[in-house]
């Protein structure tokens, strides 16, 4: 069975830095692309970023790149994102999901990232 | 970049059909086959029902169909059920910048 499990999400101040987890199991996460999605409260679904198999290769929403830095380590089935000057706005549940083809096949439960002072 | 737009909400009677729209552009929708919906109930992660326009994962029953013609794209659901009553959204590939970009949401109800 295909399990995505995320973790690291929490309550944050304005400007600090956060990295979010995901754990895969149940598939060969060495051989598919992943990706991140975030969805504030209340609100629609935002893609974020995602990386191919060996990380050669990253993509971001061009409205944030520059703060987030997606990342993966294929020996302990794991998915990263890293998130820099964290802003009011990055309010929101991050889901991590795998890539099938041009397609999100499989969802984590999602991990909230609440940034208040 | 803006969302796809997507209706608020629509609403049917159980066994009835209802149909989402998800208008974009010839840079997203319009360019690319790539379209997929997703189901969203509330609490809950989103969960592929559709992909690539009209394919369904394995899993999906039949009721749930997806179309495309020109910059718009559709999700079908036949023989409406109580469990279908949930927030869907659409999704599409748009390209080497942006890559993807997702619908605005629909509310479904079954009254």
């Known amino acids: 069975e295909v399990q995505l499990v995320e973790s690291g999400g929490g309550l944050v101040q304005p400007g600090g830095s956060l990295r979010l987890s995901c754990t895969a199991s149940g598939f060969d996460f060495n051989s598919y692309w992943m990706t991140w999605v975030r969805q504030a409260p209340g609100m629609g679904l935002e893609w974020v970023a995602n990386i191919n198999p060996d990380a050669s290769d990253r993509s971001y929403v061009p409205s944030l790149k520059g703060r987030f830095t997606i990342s993966r380590d294929n020996a302990r089935n794991s998915l990263y994102l890293q998130i820099n000057g964290l802003r009011d706005e990055d309010t929101a549940i991050y889901y991590c999901?795998?890539?099938?083809?041009?397609?999100?096949?499989?969802w984590g439960q999602g991990a909230l990232v609440t940034v208040s002072s | 970049q803006s969302a796809l737009t997507q209706p608020r909400s629509v609403s049917g009677s159980p066994g009835q059909s209802v149909t989402i729209s998800c208008t974009g552009t010839?840079?997203?929708?319009?360019?690319?086959?790539?379209v997929s919906w997703y189901q969203q109930h509330p609490g809950k992660a989103p969960k592929l029902v559709i992909f690539d326009v009209n394919k369904r994962p394995s899993g999906v029953p039949d009721r749930f169909s997806g179309s495309k013609s020109g910059n718009t794209a559709s999700l079908t659901i036949s023989g409406l059920q109580a469990d279908d009553e949930a927030d869907y959204y659409c999704c599409s590939f748009a390209g080497g910048y942006i890559f993807y970009v997702f619908g605005t949401g629909t509310t479904v109800t079954v009254l």
């Open positions: 010839s840079s997203d929708v319009g360019a690319y086959t790539y």
């Open positions: 999901a795998r890539h099938y083809n041009w397609n999100f096949d499989y």
